[in-house]
């Protein structure tokens, strides 16, 4: 049994309290506005009326509020009881948020995991939650016992920025997704089919599609795009022009596909069409120098 705090009673707090407390941790609770508490109490959690003294109760603390300025507003009124413990920051932010709270909490001798919740909330516990950490390894290794009963956890590396970049390169990769089923929607709906019906033909061939991602990883980790001799660049960009010209005859707005199109014409100009199309990653990609 791990004596745990979870600060934070939002939907996403109240499940990892909720999931830890069934796994027979001893759980304490604190949440900035009072009276969320009340249904972890009744299977045996503990309150608190502030985040220092939750702190204090535990061997490890989980924050998962809102964004990172609050979760540095709770650690600000916490900060003479941080030496020593143990913070395992799931709120949302960025790597560099990460690393900003990592080297504060470095400077008061606390250990820091930064974490990233690839799930919702009904599915905290599940077999298909997944939570990506990074940060201090002693206190993954310390504590991995417990935070796998909150999902699968996966430790991506010491920069604390690292979870948090995989979990927003996942949720980019999953709207890009989202951004293609919408415009192929809109698309059909024009002439008054419904998404419903049009998802029996459109599920199967993303599905089908994705199957092409090994080959652009290959690509891509090889810096070299080849000569694609069954679906080239130049291919494609003509017929992505087809597919804007068309959007905008069946009054559908461009903006979600007009962005990869203009990419396409670029590496196309630039004498690279009878490539793959991976090419527009050199594009995108992080110059040398940059950041
Ligand atoms: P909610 O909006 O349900 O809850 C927000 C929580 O943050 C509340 O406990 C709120 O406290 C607290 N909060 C906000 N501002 C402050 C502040 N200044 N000081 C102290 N506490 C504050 O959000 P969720 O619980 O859903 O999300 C929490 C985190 O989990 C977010 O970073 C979110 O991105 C992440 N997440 C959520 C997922 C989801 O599907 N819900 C999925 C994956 C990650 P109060 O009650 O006092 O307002």
């Known amino acids: 049994m791990t004596y745990i705090s979870v600060l934070g009673l939002g939907a996403m707090g109240q499940a990892l309290a909720a999931r830890l ?151 980019s990769g999953m709207y890009g997704l989202f951004a293609g089923f919408f415009h192929a929607t809109a698309l059909v709906n024009s002439e008054g089919i419904h998404a419903g019906e049009f998802l029996k033909l459109l599920g199967p061939w993303m599905t089908a599609m994705m199957g092409e991602f090994p080959g652009y990883a290959e690509k891509i980790d090889s810096g070299r795009h080849g000569v694609n001799v069954v679906s080239n660049l130049a291919m494609q960009a003509a017929s992505l022009e087809n597919i804007l010209t068309a959007t905008r005859e069946q009054g559908v707005a461009t903006n979600l596909l007009a962005p990869l199109l203009e990419l396409f014409r670029k590496r196309d100009g630039a004498g690279h069409g ?7 990653f050199e594009l995108i990609r992080r110059r040398s120098g940059a950041g």
């Open 274 to 280: 009878d490539e793959d199309i991976s090419g527009v």
């Open 21 to 171: 407390l069934q796994q027979g941790h001893s759980v304490t609770v604190w949440n900035r506005t009072a009276g969320k508490a009340a249904s972890l109490v009744a299977k045996g959690a503990r309150e608190r009326s502030s985040a220092a003294d939750a702190i204090a109760s535990s061997d490890i603390t989980v924050i998962c509020v809102l964004d990172y300025a609050a979760a540095n507003s709770v650690l600000d009124g916490a900060a003479s009881v941080l030496a020593g413990r143990a913070i395992v920051n799931l709120t949302n932010g960025t790597p560099a948020q990460a690393r900003a709270t990592a080297e504060r909490l470095a400077g008061l001798t606390a250990s820091y995991l930064d974490g990233g919740i690839m799930a919702t909330p009904p599915m905290i516990g599940g077999e298909h939650a997944l939570i990506l950490y990074s940060g201090s390894k002693p206190t993954f290794d310390a504590h991995v016992g417990t935070l796998e009963a909150l999902g699968v956890a996966t430790y991506l590396g010491a920069d604390a920025g690292l979870a948090s970049l995989h979990d927003l390169a996942l949720l």
